[in-house]
T-cell receptor, first 112, second 114 residues
Framework: ETGVTQTPRHLVMGMTNKKSLKCEQH?????MYWYKQSAKKPLELMFV???????ENNSVPSRFSPECPNSSHLFLHLHTLQPEDSALYLC???????????FGPGTRLTVL | GQQLNQSPQSMFIQEGEDVSMNCTSS?????WLWYKQDPGEGPVLLIA?????ELTSNGRLTAQFGITRKDSFLNISASIPSDVGIYFC??????????????FGKGTHLIIQP
């Protein structure tokens, strides 16, 4: 595997379900990110992890819970989501302030 | 917070035409990035600009970092069908120390008519 991978690619869940999104990067980067992409809105930064430590929580509701066990893996735990949380969730990684970022293909989440 | 205003929102062009899109901000950016996103995929970095006034090319793509540091443009010459997609400008969110992620424009949806 190369680059940034995300699983699952598609997820449908009810509002009472608990699920997790997984991201893995094979680039040796030390920073990982979660973004949310909703229709007709810019990509929104959710969480930033630098050297496994969370450095940014961009006012995200507590029903989204990130976890970064090491610099290569990032999870987003989901519970009691709302239909408006349906979106494409993108993971990215970068090396420090490289200025860019490599994105994964995203998980298309639908909350019923 | 930092906001990027990207225009146009969408473009309908003929194959072979040149394309121009731009991005402006009320804040100064030290880096400008241009991404392309295909349906069902994540954004892919096309060009990164690190210096005011810088003009950088990547094949048929050319991007410039505005001298005021508050704007950037992306040009695509002689468009081809695979250029279809959504193009985003982005800039780093620096708040002191460490990596802080990117802020994005709303995107320019490029549609090419054969």
């Amino acid at each position: 595997e190369t680059g940034v991978t995300q699983t699952p690619r598609h997820l449908v869940m009810g509002m009472t379900n608990k699920k997790s999104l997984k991201c893995e990067q094979h680039l040796g980067h030390n920073a990982m990110y979660w973004y949310k992409q909703s229709a007709k809105k810019p990509l929104e930064l959710m969480f930033v992890y630098n050297f496994k430590e969370q450095t940014e929580n961009n006012s995200v509701p507590s029903r989204f819970s990130p976890e970064c066990p090491n610099s290569s893996h990032l999870f987003l735990h989901l519970h009691t989501l709302q239909p408006e949380d349906s979106a494409l969730y993108l993971c990215a990684s970068s090396q420090d302030r490289q200025g860019g970022g490599d994105f994964g293909p995203g998980t298309r989440l639908t909350v019923l | 917070g930092q906001q990027l205003n990207q225009s146009p929102q969408s473009m309908f062009i003929q194959e072979g035409e040149d394309v121009s899109m731009n991005c402006t901000s009320s804040s100064i950016f030290n880096t400008w990035l241009w991404y392309k996103q295909d349906p069902g995929e994540g954004p892919v970095l096309l060009i990164a600009l690190y210096k005011a006034g810088e003009l950088t090319s990547n094949g048929r793509l050319t991007a410039q970092f505005g001298i005021t540091r508050k704007d950037s443009f992306l040009n695509i010459s002689a468009s081809i069908p695979s250029d279809v997609g959504i193009y985003f400008c982005a800039g780093p969110m620096y708040s002191g120390g460490g990596a802080d992620g990117l802020t994005f424009g709303k995107g320019t949806h490029l549609i090419i008519q054969p």
